[in-house]
C-alpha cells in the first residue's frame, strides 16, 4: 500500500460546526502533516506530527486541533471556522522528517472544505 | 520570505515541445530538492527529486538539472504530451527540517 487516504472528499460546514479530517496510511512513515493549500498557491504547512507527537505547528488558530491516534491516523478536528478557512486540506507521511535519505512526501488527495 | 522562487507563473507549449520550469534558492543549507506535479481535484504527487551532489537526474521523459553554484535547478519535460498539462511546484528540505514550496508553475500542454 503506497496511498495516503483522506476522508471525507468533500465537506461543507457551518461556521458553528465541528467537524473531522480523517487521514490513513499503511506504508510504516513515521512523520505525518497537515498542509493547506488555496486555490493556484503552493501548500502551506500547518503541522507535523514525528513519530505520534507534535513537533511544529506553524502557528495555527486554535479552532483547527490535530491528534494522532497510532502511527497510522492523523486527525484534524475543526471547530468554529471562518469562511476563508475553506481552501484543500492535505495531508501527507513521510519516512522521517530529519536524518539522511530521500524523505520526499507521499500525498493524499485532500479534503475540499467550504465552510459557508 | 519565499525560500524558493519558481519561475513562470504559467507556461504555454505545444505537444512534442520540451517546457523548461526553473527555480531558485539561496539557503545552502537545503540537501533535497524535490518536483511535484499536481492535477486539479489531487493531492501534489512526488515526480522526481535531486539531490546537491548530482548535476542531472533523469526519469522518464524528466530531467532536473542542477546547478549548485548558481543556486538553481529547473525541470525539463520532453516530448511534453496533453496529459502532462498540471500544475509544478519545485521544493526545498533543508536536513532535518520541513519543505519550503515553490510558487508553482501551471503548464497547458496544447495538442
Known amino acids: 500500500d503506497t496511498e495516503v487516504t483522506q476522508t471525507p472528499k468533500h465537506l461543507v460546514m457551518g461556521m458553528t460546526n465541528k467537524k473531522s479530517l480523517k487521514c490513513e496510511q499503511h506504508?510504516?512513515?513515521?512523520?505525518m502533516y497537515w498542509y493547506k493549500q488555496k486555490a493556484k498557491k503552493p501548500p502551506e504547512l500547518m503541522f507535523v506530527?514525528?513519530?505520534?507527537?507534535?513537533?511544529i505547528n506553524e502557528s495555527v488558530p486554535s479552532r483547527f486541533s490535530p491528534e494522532c491516534p497510532n502511527s497510522s491516523l492523523l486527525n484534524l478536528h475543526l471547530h468554529a471556522l471562518q469562511p476563508e478557512d475553506s481552501a484543500l486540506y492535505l495531508c501527507?507521511?513521510?519516512?522521517?522528517?530529519?536524518?539522511?535519505?530521500?524523505?520526499?512526501?507521499?500525498f493524499g488527495s485532500g479534503t475540499r472544505l467550504t465552510v459557508v | 520570505q519565499q525560500q524558493v522562487k519558481q519561475s513562470p507563473q504559467s507556461l504555454i507549449v505545444q505537444k512534442g515541445g520540451i517546457p523548461i520550469i526553473n527555480c531558485a534558492y539561496e539557503n545552502t543549507a537545503f540537501d533535497y530538492f524535490p518536483w511535484y506535479q499536481q492535477f486539479p481535484g489531487k493531492g501534489p504527487a512526488l515526480l522526481i527529486a535531486?539531490?546537491?551532489?548530482?548535476s542531472e537526474k533523469k526519469e522518464g521523459r524528466f530531467t532536473i538539472s542542477f546547478n549548485k553554484s548558481a543556486k538553481q535547478f529547473s525541470l525539463h519535460i520532453m516530448d511534453s504530451q496533453p496529459g502532462d498539462s498540471a500544475t509544478y511546484f519545485c521544493?526545498?528540505?533543508?536536513?532535518?527540517?520541513?519543505?519550503?514550496f515553490g510558487t508553482g508553475t501551471s503548464l497547458t500542454v496544447i495538442p
Open positions: 506530527y514525528s513519530y505520534e507527537k507534535l513537533s
Open positions: 535531486i539531490r546537491p551532489d548530482v
Open positions: 521544493a526545498a528540505r533543508e536536513f532535518g527540517n520541513q519543505f519550503y
Open positions: 506504508m510504516g512513515h513515521r512523520a
Open positions: 501527507a507521511s513521510s519516512q522521517a522528517i530529519s536524518g539522511q535519505g530521500n524523505y520526499g512526501y507521499t
